[in-house]
């Protein structure tokens, strides 16, 4: 049960992370024996730039790639059944150039990326895989006419570049991405959506009954952050209440502010919005407010 619900938030949150870049479709299935993708993915044909910020993952999906999460070290047969999953949609490719009368690209071929916490050494040699120039520890290439990496996650250096894939790893190097994840920046683009996808996470593991060490650890990891986080949205609903409250009544009283005074109410404290509202009722004209706000600088 557990790992279902790891699963999904593999999913979910990759799917996230990527869908400003180009269409994102979770458990796609592929012809033959039923299978399911976890995350194939196809970028836009104008890539944003912002997909820097993602780091390794964001030149996984520099080009169409196949994602298969793990929570458990991936075995050598599901590493294959990946493998058959990517000649699935490769396969189906051909036959639809060729009904098209076009030629594949092999820039059209996904590359399926293998996200599993932990790799053994017997595991990786036995697809005989090779590390390449330019890419960083941890990850794993197959022959090049297979199109595949395994990405050992647990191996991957602890650098920014890596943290939206150590997200998805187990144990220590989980928890160690998940504080790295807290001290990103408030206006950071991805962090407020990973954190409360990692707050589902948490709710939906609570619910269970028999824990692994690792996800009573999470749990554990997760709560004083999550009180933190949610405080602080209290008190920027606060904050912003209040704000508005202030601005409607010196609207009242003196008209339609100017935009640049409304800006610096907007970048008060809650301590000195309350002595606003003290401070109004001494105000007479729209100088008294700037005078004032210049004394808060």
């Not at 869908?19 to 796609?28: H, L, N, T």
């Not at 639809?96 to 092999?106: E, V, Y």
């Not at 504080?179 to 619910?207: C, D």
């Not at 339609?256 to 000195?272: C, P, T």
């Amino acid at each position: 049960m557990t790992r279902f619900v790891h699963d999904e938030f593999a999913k979910d949150y990759l799917e996230e992370l990527l869908k400003p870049y180009g269409e994102v479709k979770s458990s796609e299935k592929v012809s033959g024996e039923i299978k399911e993708i976890d995350v194939l993915f196809t970028p836009s044909a104008q890539q944003n730039s912002n997909i820097e910020l993602l780091g390794i993952l964001g030149r996984f999906a520099e080009f169409p790639a196949i994602l298969e999460p793990f929570r458990n070290a991936a075995s050598g047969d599901e590493i294959c059944d990946c493998l058959q999953k990517l000649l699935e949609v490769k396969a189906g490719l051909r036959r639809d150039a060729k009904a098209n009368k076009t030629k594949l690209q092999d820039s059209n071929i996904p590359k399926l990326w293998v996200l599993t916490p932990t790799a053994s050494p017997a595991i990786l040699s036995s697809f005989n895989v090779n590390q390449k120039s330019g890419w960083l520890p941890g990850i794993y290439f197959l022959g090049d006419a297979l199109r595949t990496a395994i990405v050992a996650i647990h191996q991957l250096p602890q650098i920014p570049e890596t943290l939206w894939l150590r997200i998805l790893g187990r144990g220590s190097v989980q928890s160690q991405a998940i504080v790295e994840l807290s001290a990103l920046p408030l206006n950071h683009p991805y962090k407020q959506a990973t954190l409360e996808l990692v707050y589902n996470l948490r709710e939906n593991l609570r619910i269970n009954q028999n824990l692994e060490s690792d996800d009573r650890e999470l749990i554990m990891r997760l709560e004083p952050l999550y009180q933190q986080d949610r405080e602080r949205a209290k008190k920027e609903g606060k904050e912003e209440g209040q704000q508005d409250l202030i601005i409607r009544l010196l609207n009242r009283r003196f008209g339609e502010i100017d935009a640049v005074l409304i800006e610096r109410i907007r970048g008060l404290s809650i301590e000195q919005l309350e002595g606003l509202v003290e401070a109004l009722l001494d105000f007479s004209v729209v100088a008294d407010l700037e005078a004032w706000l210049n004394q808060q600088a």
